[in-house]
């Protein structure tokens, strides 16, 4: 079945209505030098305060958001997400056929692509990344799903690409992969371990260069004006360190950065009011949730860490789920931006957005909660406090991130929710590298999480199944110990689904059904993305979706790309000056901390992978 795609859109410059945001803020060190333009000017610079810290610059290693965003700017995909639907677009693969059966695939890709070294990119580049991932369990580490089906990737001619895959899979135009030069990666001698952040400028076929990388402080790319699209308006992109939100504030305020995300409410409120600042509502890529520990396992089945034990019970599970408000959450802690969830599927991807109905709906009840827990034996000590009909006492830890206010309030209505049901929790508001050691080692009870979702939901709903699993206490793909034969099974029908869209999405909302059910997995809400810009240094920024889309956090780099110094900015009307920078720098330092948010991608999601 031959399938020939719409040709790559043109740029859509227009005024912001809308955005994203992951969670930002970093801090700013000493920034490299800057070179000037050729006339003599000093060159256009977007500067983006995020909260993260990069995990890797590797490919084949990094899962954060702010990772996987920054990859988007260094390296090209086979293909892309139209800016304005989310839908598949071509990016180095020009067109491509499927054969009957579909299990073979060829692209046809770009004879116009350099990397940033000058050597031409080539199907062999593509063929061997793929390959790489295939064969060497390291390169699998952050996107082996996708690979995972793949008997073989070839390059018959530099501009072909074959693909045979031992079941058909419908992700064949959403792999999320990074393509690396063959020439550069083919000598690393330990994809599992090399971070690829020593040599600099890193090589890659994106509309950004990395030119610099200091680790918790800055992230710096500079333009390609050999991109084989339309190169970007702005000559560099700088990423700052900034953990305090409230920092982050007011460093857009001051016109010391030119984007910030992840707001609250009440800061989306206030700088509304202001002049030069443009905040954007965008709808939520990316849900809230927590996980409740069943009880630790390798994939093996080797139990560990100190999971509650009454909560492999799946009627405790349940009743806590009864038991908290989500309603409350989305006036209280979002003020509004944001919509009460229970599928794993944004709304904002309509196609696989699914609601329980009738009894199978858990809604907030108390009455029914403590009915339920009363009928199964949980009966209450003198203090009020439940114990299990083991003579556990419930007692539940809750992990929460410091460095997230939503979060923490997200914790308060928890605790308060459940101790009306005869839970008491020890609500931990912790540092995020507190709150992943604990999550690695089993040691929770219950724990905040949040995932952005890409348009093809593969690898979010991925990392349930029971290969995500980790192979020994210490790493895992997931973060939560889910394991369900059904869900795995539905997880491989949906995938070879790849000739029928509405029977794919179908198969994808009974997973989310059992997600829901057996409530290990908790979605909470779907928060608005808020975030804001300086319109005095830049304008005509391209949002995902167009309209109600975001900017930070994007599936591509349209927004970085399409971003035009406005004429009254800082310098001369170019961005922010090299002067401005360094005096962002000096005071950045004051305020760098340790270890931001674990903000895993797409989430993964991360999201988000993600």
């Given at each position: 079945?031959?399938?020939?795609?719409?040709?790559?859109?043109?740029?859509?410059?227009?005024?912001?209505?809308?955005?994203?945001?992951?969670?930002?803020?970093f801090?700013?060190?000493?920034?490299?030098?800057?070179?000037?333009h050729?006339?003599?000017?000093?060159?256009?610079?977007?500067?983006?305060?995020?909260?993260?810290?990069?995990?890797?610059?590797?490919?084949?290693?990094?899962?954060r958001?702010?990772?996987?965003?920054?990859?988007?700017?260094?390296?090209?995909?086979l293909?892309?997400?139209?800016?304005?639907?989310?839908?598949?677009?071509?990016?180095?693969?020009?067109?491509?056929?499927?054969?009957?059966?579909?299990r073979?695939?060829?692209?046809?890709?770009?004879?116009?692509?350099?990397?940033?070294?000058?050597?031409?990119l080539?199907?062999?580049?593509?063929?061997?990344?793929?390959?790489?991932?295939?064969?060497?369990?390291?390169?699998?580490?952050?996107?082996?799903?996708?690979?995972?089906?793949?008997?073989?990737?070839?390059?018959?001619?530099?501009?072909?690409?074959?693909?045979?895959?031992s079941?058909?899979?419908a992700?064949?135009?959403?792999?999320d992969?990074?393509i690396?030069?063959?020439?550069?990666?083919?000598?690393v001698?330990?994809?599992g371990t090399?971070?690829?952040?020593?040599d600099?400028?890193v090589?890659?076929?994106?509309?950004?260069?990395?030119?610099d990388?200091?680790?918790?402080?800055?992230?710096?790319?500079?333009?390609?004006?050999?991109?084989?699209?339309?190169p970007p308006?702005?000559d560099?992109?700088?990423?700052?360190?900034?953990p305090?939100?409230?920092a982050?504030v007011?460093a857009?305020?001051?016109?010391?950065?030119?984007?910030?995300?992840?707001?609250?409410?009440?800061?989306?409120?206030?700088l509304?009011?202001?002049d030069?600042?443009?905040?954007?509502?965008?709808?939520?890529?990316?849900?809230?949730?927590?996980?409740?520990n069943?009880?630790?396992e390798?994939?093996?089945?080797?139990?560990?860490?100190?999971?509650?034990?009454?909560?492999?019970?799946?009627?405790?599970?349940?009743?806590?789920?009864?038991a908290?408000?989500?309603?409350?959450i989305?006036?209280?802690?979002?003020?509004g931006?944001?919509?009460?969830?229970?599928?794993?599927?944004?709304?904002?991807?309509?196609?696989?957005?699914?609601?329980?109905?009738?009894?199978?709906?858990?809604?907030?009840?108390?009455?029914?909660?403590?009915?339920?827990?009363?009928?199964?034996g949980?009966?209450?000590?003198?203090?009020g406090?439940?114990?299990?009909?083991?003579g556990?006492?419930?007692?539940?830890?809750?992990?929460?991130?410091n460095d997230?206010?939503?979060?923490?309030?997200?914790?308060?209505?928890?605790?308060?929710?459940?101790?009306?049901?005869?839970?008491e929790?020890?609500?931990?508001?912790?540092?995020?590298?507190?709150?992943?050691?604990?999550?690695?080692?089993?040691?929770?009870?219950?724990?905040?999480?949040?995932?952005?979702?890409?348009p093809?939901?593969?690898?979010?709903?991925?990392?349930h199944?029971?290969d995500?699993l980790?192979e020994?206490?210490?790493?895992?793909?997931?973060?939560?110990y889910?394991?369900?034969?059904?869900?795995?099974?539905?997880?491989?029908?949906?995938?070879?689904?790849y000739?029928d869209?509405?029977?794919?999405?179908?198969?994808?909302?009974?997973?989310?059904?059992?997600?829901?059910?057996?409530?290990?997995?908790?979605?909470?809400?779907?928060?608005?993305?808020l975030?804001?810009?300086?319109?005095?240094?830049?304008?005509?920024?391209?949002v995902?979706?167009?309209?109600g889309?975001?900017?930070?956090?994007?599936?591509?780099?349209?927004?970085?790309?399409?971003?035009?110094?406005?004429?009254?900015?800082?310098?001369?009307?170019?961005?922010l000056?090299?002067?401005?920078?360094?005096?962002?720098?000096?005071?950045?330092?004051?305020v760098?901390?340790?270890g931001?948010?674990?903000?895993?991608?797409?989430?993964?999601?991360?999201?988000?992978?993600?």
């Amino acid at each position: 079945m031959a399938t020939t795609p719409h040709a790559p859109p043109g740029r859509r410059p227009r005024r912001l209505l809308s955005a994203t945001a992951a969670g930002l803020a970093f801090a700013v060190a000493a920034l490299p030098a800057t070179p000037a333009h050729a006339d003599g000017g000093e060159p256009s610079t977007l500067t983006v305060a995020v909260s993260q810290p990069v995990d890797s610059l590797s490919p084949f290693l990094a899962q954060r958001l702010i990772s996987t965003s920054v990859f988007r700017l260094n390296y090209d995909f086979l293909t892309n997400y139209d800016p304005a639907t989310n839908e598949p677009i071509p990016g180095l693969a020009e067109s491509w056929e499927t054969s009957d059966d579909g299990r073979t695939w060829t692209f046809q890709i770009r004879d116009d692509v350099t990397w940033s070294d000058g050597e031409p990119l080539t199907a062999e580049d593509i063929a061997w990344t793929y390959t790489t991932m295939m064969e060497d369990e390291g390169a699998a580490t952050a996107n082996g799903n996708f690979v995972a089906n793949f008997e073989s990737a070839t390059a018959p001619d530099p501009t072909t690409l074959e693909i045979e895959l031992s079941e058909p899979q419908a992700t064949m135009l959403a792999l999320d992969i990074p393509i690396v030069p063959k020439h550069v990666w083919e000598d690393v001698d330990d994809y599992g371990t090399f971070n690829n952040d020593q040599d600099f400028p890193v090589v890659g076929s994106g509309p950004f260069t990395i030119t610099d990388y200091r680790p918790n402080q800055s992230i710096t790319l500079e333009a390609n004006e050999d991109y084989w699209r339309e190169p970007p308006k702005f000559d560099r992109v700088v990423f700052t360190s900034m953990p305090e939100q409230d920092a982050q504030v007011e460093a857009l305020r001051n016109g010391e950065v030119s984007l910030i995300s992840g707001l609250t409410p009440a800061q989306a409120d206030a700088l509304a009011e202001e002049d030069g600042i443009t905040v954007n509502n965008a709808s939520g890529k990316r849900f809230q949730a927590f996980t409740i520990n069943p009880g630790a396992e390798t994939q093996d089945g080797e139990g560990f860490g100190d999971g509650h034990p009454a909560l492999q019970d799946k009627v405790l599970r349940q009743a806590i789920m009864r038991a908290i408000d989500k309603d409350e959450i989305v006036e209280n802690v979002y003020g509004g931006y944001a919509e009460a969830a229970e599928g794993y599927i944004p709304s904002r991807y309509p196609d696989y957005f699914w609601e329980p109905e009738g009894d199978a709906r858990l809604d907030f009840d108390a009455d029914a909660a403590n009915a339920m827990l009363d009928e199964a034996g949980y009966e209450r000590g003198d203090d009020g406090v439940r114990v299990s009909p083991d003579g556990d006492r419930l007692e539940l830890r809750l992990h929460v991130h410091n460095d997230r206010p939503d979060y923490v309030g997200i914790g308060r209505v928890i605790e308060e929710r459940l101790l009306e049901i005869g839970i008491e929790v020890d609500n931990q508001t912790v540092d995020p590298g507190v709150l992943s050691d604990a999550l690695h080692a089993g040691e929770y009870d219950l724990i905040m999480t949040g995932w952005s979702v890409n348009p093809d939901p593969d690898y979010v709903l991925g990392i349930h199944t029971c290969d995500a699993l980790p192979e020994e206490p210490g790493t895992m793909r997931s973060d939560a110990y889910f394991c369900n034969e059904e869900y795995d099974e539905l997880y491989e029908r949906q995938l070879a689904t790849y000739d029928d869209p509405e029977a794919r999405a179908d198969i994808v909302k009974e997973m989310q059904a059992i997600l829901y059910d057996e409530a290990v997995v908790n979605v909470l809400t779907y928060s608005n993305t808020l975030e804001a810009y300086r319109s005095d240094q830049m304008s005509d920024v391209q949002v995902q979706p167009d309209p109600g889309g975001n900017i930070w956090g994007q599936d591509g780099h349209w927004s970085f790309t399409s971003a035009t110094p406005a004429e009254a900015s800082a310098a001369g009307g170019s961005g922010l000056s090299t002067g401005v920078i360094a005096g962002i720098a000096a005071a950045a330092v004051l305020v760098v901390a340790g270890g931001a948010f674990l903000f895993w991608r797409r989430s993964s999601t991360s999201e988000d992978r993600e």
